[in-house]
């Protein structure tokens, strides 16, 4: 990263810029107060099954916007490009990765439509607002993420397993982590459990599927909410012929303030 | 109606017996506690049209469940059955009103894709719970629905306009009634507007496009929901070859409790 970059200093537009020019780097801390998006992108003849798998496991796949058929445009960002404007992409073929460029133009098809689905960097802020620490920042590492053994519900050729991210936070702290995060439906709301990982099916805490593993401090409870990594996991488990997503923690940022998905 | 029925004392798995049974009537204040729904059921060809217009429209159309092509079933209510449980339907051909029956088995596809969608129903008992006076209630109307001059975002084939459905209410409440409606984004949340009918190109209250007249008291301000009619306005607009939906005010009862959709 250019030493005049400093994420916390870049707008969301400026980022996607960057980002556009070649820049590929995880997007925790960028352009903060906007919130960030999950992109899955398949062939038009998918899209009813993933929009349908989203509409019925709203907590892990909250939709914030559906793009036409080969429209590289949103409304969530003025100006932004899909192709082009997130760091680095993963390229899915029959449900095994197939390439991770940081541009996405030469696998651009004219059928295929985009789903912009909430992050958790967006609950983050208003946690971290509330006075919950976030240990995964504290200890400068990707929050932790775990298949668990539940089965979202299916919809049409779509299945696969919930993922959950996992946040240690201290036991007085649960109950304002639950609340602040219920206010945010759009961005996976309430957790789906706290303290007891293995009635999520999660053996070992410090082995995480997804993203690093995350110690836990004295009176420390393991908070579990569902994951905008979900889709992807569909994507493995259901092998669509063709799936663009981003690479994990290289979102797609947007010029929607976090604010305006909290609801009361 | 039966002498011995009386709606406030009847479950939901009862009433929809009833109307199963061939009775027909408005259904506002039956099962209290449980939420109604509006139901639009199209072809299966149109499904992701109509999928997409309710994610792009969040607000007029909070999607509570869908169903599988040809499936009369839905986890909001355990057997219920959607082609002869709710008192009267509409049968809608290229958006004219062809049919109003009371039992829908005679018009249902195998490949007919039910949607399920949230009712002010649920957020009214809130706000009488709040101490919000529900005025059209003390009148023993239904609420008052116009259609405004705000287009709906388009979906595929499918595009209409906003309808919204009207309360007055006391100057002092509003604030109460936004406050309490914003907690329940799954049945229309916040108000799209309070105050000034022509900012939503309605030009006379006294004349609803839908529902009844609903006097105002003084003191009152008009506030404006979106309204789950909404979604027969656009089947009206883009006249779709076929569609069944609920006739209004006669809903689909769930045994879904009302305080689900709460949030915080």
């Given at each position: 990263m250019s030493s005049t970059t400093s994420p916390a200093h870049t707008d969301a537009p400026q980022a996607r810029a960057l980002f556009r020019a070649g820049l590929a780097t995880p997007?925790?801390?960028?352009?903060?107060g906007r919130a960030q998006a999950n992109l899955i992108a398949v062939p038009a003849d998918w899209a009813y099954d993933v929009l349908l798998f989203c509409q019925r496991n709203p907590k892990p796949c909250p939709v914030l916007d559906v793009t036409d058929?080969?429209?590289?445009?949103?409304?969530?960002?003025?100006?932004?490009d899909l192709r082009t404007d997130l760091p680095r992409y993963r390229v899915w073929e029959r449900g095994e990765l197939a390439d991770e460029p940081t541009d996405a133009t030469a696998y651009w098809r004219r059928d295929l439509v985009s789903f912009l689905i909430g992050c958790s960097f967006t609950f983050e802020a208003a946690l971290t607002e509330a006075g919950v620490p976030m240990r995964h920042v504290e200890q400068g590492r990707n929050v932790s993420m775990y298949v668990t053994d539940r089965q979202c519900r299916p919809a049409e050729r779509l299945h696969g397993p919930l993922v959950v991210s996992m946040r240690p936070v201290p036991a007085a702290l649960v109950e304002t982590a639950t609340r602040c995060s219920a206010l945010l439906p759009a961005v996976?709301?309430?957790?789906?459990?706290?303290?007891?990982?293995a009635r999520l099916?999660?053996?070992?805490?410090?082995?995480?599927?997804?993203?690093d593993p995350v110690e836990m401090r004295p009176g420390d409870v393991p908070v579990f909410w569902a994951c905008g990594v979900t889709p992807q996991a569909a994507v493995m488990a259901s092998r669509p012929p063709f799936a663009l997503t981003h690479a994990p923690g290289q979102m797609f940022l947007t010029d929607v303030a976090d604010s305006h998905y909290r609801i009361g």
């Open positions: 997007t925790a801390g960028w352009a903060p058929a080969g429209a590289w445009h949103t409304p969530l960002a003025e100006g932004a996976h709301g309430a957790p789906v459990h706290a303290g007891d990982p099916g999660i053996t070992d805490l410090s082995r995480p599927d997804f993203g």
